[in-house]
């Protein structure tokens, strides 16, 4: 299996410095050594490749942003870049660092007491941890603003109950940070796995992510120390800065899978031979194809670095980072795509890596904001004026209450 | 096994330890390591002259110094003691001992120079000389440089400073003063025992190196690489360039031709037609 050459067409590596590319390219040795041999079987199988956990580790990528704690404390350029190369081997495993750094090490970190840092960021560092994040419920995607779950002081415990839905690593995870509402404002808990009251599901038969674990998690009068709840945490814009800084590792990782997809479709054009010994690669159909897709590629490469450069300065926005989200996984779900048609009948099987590229797509088109949430953050960026929950007609106000008057009573 | 036991270094250098002890018990090692820059197997290779086409190769650290590189790291962590990297080479070079300090080296030292029209032994002398201004105890190389294929600079090395010599090891133990190498040969091991100061040349198998760690990468960058060059070593260009071997030329292998396909609907006469080819056009038979 020859080494991934990168995808360079305007030499953007020129400004990226020297530590970022080495970065980059320890990750993408790894991804092609330890990932791209055994992904097509996990997926096939569902199954989450546990055993790459400690390699991880090892090499540091894990809260790897983070400089206390002997870790690397990495820029924002070279995790960004650490999450492409993961992605392109798989979006499942990306999943996988991003909400080990990103959705756990990161709350732990920044509104985590001392007490709770020094217990979990050495262990979630070293992979002997696993951690979630727990916000999505059933019924709130969207809008987790919603929530039901609730936690209840009592005496020297927190009183948790409620569902959460969808949580990336929930059935592994050893640590779940669980967002609830207390007396109506949001604040984040650290769950142990085997409390009492707590228990996970896993979400079988997905057809995306398949090599990432996706859970339900059950909380029934689970009881947790007092000293579990994050104490900074007092509001719905402190899961959503967890959020920010996810989304920003996947801006850039939809870019690796894009990578990825291009350079299997661009090989396999130039081999393939269809109609009078010309290979596909020399029709203008199929060029046009790849045109778009280097195009695109390049363009989000320069969104997501300008994102990086901002963040380092630490001038980025929340909204910046979702014009980064909703286009790199939208211009990489269309490069799957497209090279999935120009595989023909080989872009629908698992021998190469493209459908599954495809698939996952869908899932980060969703999770982290689905692409028309992060519409409606630039509209509002843009506008002034938030168009999330438009305001409704007195007519259909007076509806709308009326049907859920209704619902309520048949419960 | 073959157990064999070689005899002291002519004149070998009592070292100064100065790094700090990893273990108490443990007497630090330090090593150093000699790692070439070479063209990634995989990259095409355009001749151009008497060389070969830079432009938009892929250089890597040489695969078998990585076995080197690796076996020194674990003795520092076992032991204490320092790991320098050594290359000479021109200012690309510099990468390769970048991404040795990334995974564990502690000390680099970049000669500059036309390696390219140098020969074996002028590289030998090159790194001879700057090895003797670096406490060590083992010198370690890959077995060959990949690329050139001499397998020649660790041995010249190790004669022009006057050390016993392992190569090709595939398992290494060093004690205190004295260590113990296996080999692989045809159908047996053999076993050498040698006094430190030594040569020891890498084969696969000696390790599994470990992928950088982004911490090392962090750590790597303020490393500063002491950049020499052949006169800051006392020698002169005619020590070093074409000294017994002069390149001729260069040239690409002749491509190969495409296969032919044979129709086997009918494997009889499928059969037929390719013994017709071993005899007539392969003349093999
Ligand atoms: C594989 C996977 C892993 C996940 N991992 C996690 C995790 O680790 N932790 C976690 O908390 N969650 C996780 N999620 C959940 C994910 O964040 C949610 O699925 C996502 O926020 C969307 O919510 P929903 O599925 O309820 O869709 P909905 O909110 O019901 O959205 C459905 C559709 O309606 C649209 N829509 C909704 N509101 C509006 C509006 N105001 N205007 C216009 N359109 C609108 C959406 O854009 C979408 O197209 C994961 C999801 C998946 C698929
Ligand atoms: C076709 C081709 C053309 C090449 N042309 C060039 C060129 O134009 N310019 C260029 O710079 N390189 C060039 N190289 C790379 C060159 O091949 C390597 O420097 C070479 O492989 C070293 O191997 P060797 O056979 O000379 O030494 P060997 O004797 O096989 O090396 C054994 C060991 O000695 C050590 N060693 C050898 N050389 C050095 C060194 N310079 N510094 C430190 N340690 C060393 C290493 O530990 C190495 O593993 C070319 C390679 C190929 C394939």
Redesign the pocket.
Known sequence: MPSFPGVDYMNIDSLFTEEELMVRQTVRDFVDEEIIPIIEHANREEKFPEHLVPKMAEMGLFGATISDYGLPGLNSVAYGLIMQELERGDSGIR?FAS?QSG?VMFPIYAFGSKEQKDHWIPKLAAGSAIG?????EPD?????GGMRTTARKDGDSWVLNGA???????SVADVAVVWAKVDGTIRGFLVEKGTPGYTTAYHMG?F??RA?V?SQLFFEDCRIPAENVLPETNGIKYPLSCLTQARYGIAWGALGAAMGVFHTATEYSKSRIQFGGQPIAAHQLVQNKLAWMITEITKGQLLALQMGRLKDKGELKPHHVSMGKMNNVNIALECARSARDILGANGVSDEYPVIRHMLNLE?VK????????HN?IIGEAVTGIA???PPMSAQAEKEATARREKEAAKK | MIARRLAPPVHGISNAVSAARANPLEVPVNSVVCVTHVPDTESRIKVSGRGIDEAGLKFIVSPYDEYALEAAIRLKEAKGGDVTVVTFGPDRAAHALRECLARGATKAIHVKGDVATADSLGVAKVLAAAIKGIPHDIVLFGKQGVGGDNALVGPMVAELLGYPQINVVTHLEVGEGTLKAHRELEGSEEVIEAPMPAVITAQKGLNEPRYSSLKGIMAAKKVAVDTKSVADLGLSEADIFNQRVVYVSLELPAEKSGGRKIDGADPAAAAREILKYIREEAKAL
């Open positions: 999943s909400v959705l979630c994040f727990g916000l999505t709130f995607g969207s809008n987790p959460k839905a969808w949580i990336t690593n929930g997905k995306s992510l990432s996706t899932s969703t999770y982290e904001g689905t692409h028309d949430i409606l168009a999330y929950n």
